[in-house]
C-alpha cells in the first residue's frame, strides 16, 4: 500500500478527492489517500517528504500549484506551459509534475465551441489569475486565439500571469485588465467567448459579470463546480448564448489524472457517481466523462 497526499490548505476542492479515491477503491488499487493541510511555506518541505518509496506521489489543490510546480525535478509540457501542477509522480527518486487541469479545460471548451477547432473564435475573456485561469490560457494558446483579456480583482495576480506566458504568447495578445464595469464591458464587445475561472458564483447566488453587460450569442465556460445552472449560465443562456458548467471539465480532468497515477483507464460512471455524491446533486444532471 502506497500514500497518496492531498496537499491543500482549505480543502474546498474536497470532490477531488472523493473522485479520486472512489476510482482507486473500484479499482482495488494498493493507494491511501490523505489529507495534507499546510500552508504556503510548510510546502516545500511537504514535497520533500515525496521522495520517500512509501509515496506514490500527491494530488495538489488550490492554493499552492504554482508553488508546487519550482518543488519538482520535472514537469510535464501542460505543467510547464502553466508553470502550475495538480499531480505529482514519484518515479524512483525524481518527482515530476502534471496539469491536467488543461485536460479539463479543453474538454469543457470542447463541449460548447464548434466541433471542428479552426472554426473556434479567436477572441475570449477570462475571469481570474489561478491554477485554473493558467490552464484555460494554456488551451487557448494552442488553440491559436488571438486575442485575450485576463480580469482579476487584484490586476498584479493577472499581470503575473501574462508575465509567465509572455513568451509563449508572442503570437496573440494576452492583457491583463483591471476589473471595472466599463473595460469589461469593452472586451465582451469584442469577445466570442468568455471563461470563468474566478470562482465567484461558487456560492450560487450572484454573477461575476452584471447581466446588463453580456452580449448575445455569447460562449460561456464557467468553470463553477457544485451548481449545475449557474446565474452567469442563465444569463448568457438567456441572450442566446452556448454555456456549460464546470463538471464535465472537473471529471475529464480527474480522468487523466486517475489514468496518469495508475496505469488504468479511469472508470468514468464510478467517477461521476462519486462526484454526485459529494455535490449532493442528482447523478443524471452530470455529464459522463467524454460526454
Known amino acids: 500500500m502506497q500514500r497518496l497526499p492531498v496537499i491543500g490548505q482549505t ?29 504556503p511555506h510548510q510546502v516545500p518541505d511537504a514535497i ?4 520517500n518509496e ?21 514537469l510535464s509540457d501542460d505543467a510547464h506551459l502553466t508553470g502550475a501542477v495538480n499531480l505529482i509522480r514519484r518515479d524512483g527518486l525524481r518527482l515530476r509534475g502534471h496539469n491536467t487541469d488543461v485536460d479539463g479545460v479543453r474538454a469543457g471548451l470542447m463541449a460548447i465551441l464548434p466541433r471542428a477547432q479552426a472554426q473556434w473564435p479567436r477572441n475570449a475573456v477570462v475571469l481570474g489569475a489561478g491554477g485554473g485561469a493558467r490552464a484555460v490560457v494554456a488551451v487557448l494558446l494552442g488553440a491559436g486565439f488571438q486575442r485575450v483579456s485576463l480580469f482579476n480583482r487584484h490586476l498584479h495576480r493577472a499581470e503575473a500571469v501574462v508575465a509567465h ?22 472586451e465582451l464587445a469584442k469577445a466570442q467567448l468568455l471563461v470563468n475561472a474566478s470562482g465567484i458564483g461558487v456560492e450560487g447566488s450572484s454573477s461575476p459579470i452584471p447581466v446588463e453587460l453580456l452580449p ?10 457544485n451548481h449545475a445552472v ?3 449560465m442563465a444569463e448568457a443562456k438567456a441572450r442566446g448564448g452556448t454555456v456549460a458548467n464546470g463538471q464535465g471539465s472537473f471529471l475529464a480532468s480527474s480522468a487523466a489524472t486517475f489514468l496518469l497515477l495508475t496505469g488504468q483507464e479511469p472508470p468514468p460512471e464510478v467517477m461521476r457517481t462519486a462526484l454526485a455524491d ?6 443524471e444532471g452530470i455529464a459522463v466523462v467524454g460526454d
Open 278 to 283: 459529494e455535490l449532493g446533486l442528482p447523478e
Open 54 to 74: 512509501a509515496f506514490a506521489g500527491a494530488l495538489i489543490v488550490a492554493p499552492h500549484k504554482e508553488r508546487a510546480a519550482a518543488l519538482v525535478s520535472a
Open 48 to 51: 520533500a517528504e515525496l521522495h
Open 216 to 225: 448575445e450569442d455569447l460562449y460561456v465556460l464557467d468553470l463553477v463546480l
Open 11 to 39: 480543502f474546498t476542492h474536497s470532490a477531488f478527492e472523493a473522485v479520486q479515491r472512489a476510482a482507486i477503491e473500484a479499482a482495488q488499487l494498493p493507494l491511501a489517500i490523505e489529507r495534507w493541510d499546510r500552508k
Open 165 to 186: 506566458f509572455a513568451r509563449a504568447a508572442r503570437h496573440m495578445e494576452l492583457r491583463a485588465r483591471p476589473w471595472h464595469e466599463t473595460i469589461l464591458e469593452a
Open 230 to 232: 449557474t446565474p452567469l
